[in-house]
């Protein structure tokens, strides 16, 4: 996970993001041709677009800040403050800059039938999206113990497109505003991983991890 804290990743995270906020949407022949294919799978199964609707239920605002307070608190519980302040803040500062991408780019959603779930905001970013990964895999490198942060890892990322598939899915979503979601979320989490090495809010991955054993002190 320390590729995406490294200025060249982060820069091409940053060129992605600005990438799909420029060239997505409704403009777009890939983002509305995969909206017209998928909106008529959705239309031909209708229980699999229930089961869509619950799983896209945990890229909520509701469920990802919930689990973000709660682990911060967690962590408060055993005296690791600095760590619940960064995981507190990373969740928060997703939200907030999600929200002012969304005023400032404007786009709009996919209007080519009828939602499965209520939509209230512009398109781009994938909010869902952005917040799955943010929250997902923060949790995943701020509160799992070194030995299980890569399992961690590699499940919260899975699990972030998961949801983000069910937005496109679901036709609330362009593929590009799920795409910039993503970005966005691998940003935010690359600056709380800077932040967080500086302050020791997160503890270093061993190298037993990486299948090498410790030095050996020679006394």
């Known amino acids: 996970m320390k590729i995406i804290s490294r200025p060249a990743a982060m820069l091409t995270l940053l060129a992605l993001l600005v990438s799909a906020s420029l060239f997505g949407g409704p403009e777009n022949r890939f983002d509305v041709a995969a909206i017209h294919w998928l909106a008529n799978i959705r239309h031909?199964?209708?229980?699999?677009?229930?089961?869509?609707?619950?799983?896209?239920?945990?890229?909520?605002?509701?469920?990802?800040?919930?689990?973000?307070l709660l682990a911060s608190a967690?962590?408060?519980?055993?005296?690791?403050?600095?760590?619940?302040?960064?995981?507190?803040?990373?969740?928060?500062?997703?939200?907030?800059?999600?929200?002012?991408?969304?005023?400032?780019?404007?786009?709009?959603?996919?209007?080519?039938?009828?939602?499965?779930?209520?939509?209230?905001?512009?398109s781009f970013p994938s909010g869902h999206s952005a917040n799955s990964m943010t929250a997902f895999v923060a949790v995943a490198v701020i509160v799992t113990p070194p030995a299980w942060r890569r399992f961690a890892l590699?499940?919260?990322?899975?699990?972030?497109?998961?949801?983000?598939?069910?937005?496109?899915?679901?036709?609330v979503h362009w593929p590009s505003d799920v795409a910039g979601g993503w970005t966005l979320g691998l940003l935010i989490v690359g600056l709380a991983l800077i932040v967080g090495r500086r302050s020791g809010a997160i503890e270093a991955q061993h190298d037993i991890v990486g299948r090498h054993l410790p030095p050996v002190r020679e006394d």
Do not use: N
């Not at 002012?100 to 939602?115: Q, T």
């Open 44 to 68: 031909a199964q209708p229980q699999l677009t229930s089961i869509i609707v619950i799983l896209t239920q945990l890229g909520s605002i509701y469920a990802t800040l919930g689990l973000g």
């Open 154 to 171: 590699i499940s919260a990322i899975c699990l972030s497109i998961v949801v983000g598939l069910t937005r496109v899915f679901l036709g």
């Open 74 to 122: 967690w962590l408060a519980t055993r005296k690791q403050y600095r760590a619940a302040f960064l995981l507190a803040l990373t969740v928060m500062l997703e939200r907030l800059t999600v929200d002012g991408l969304k005023m400032i780019v404007g786009r709009p959603r996919p209007g080519f039938d009828l939602h499965p779930v209520m939509t209230s905001s512009s």
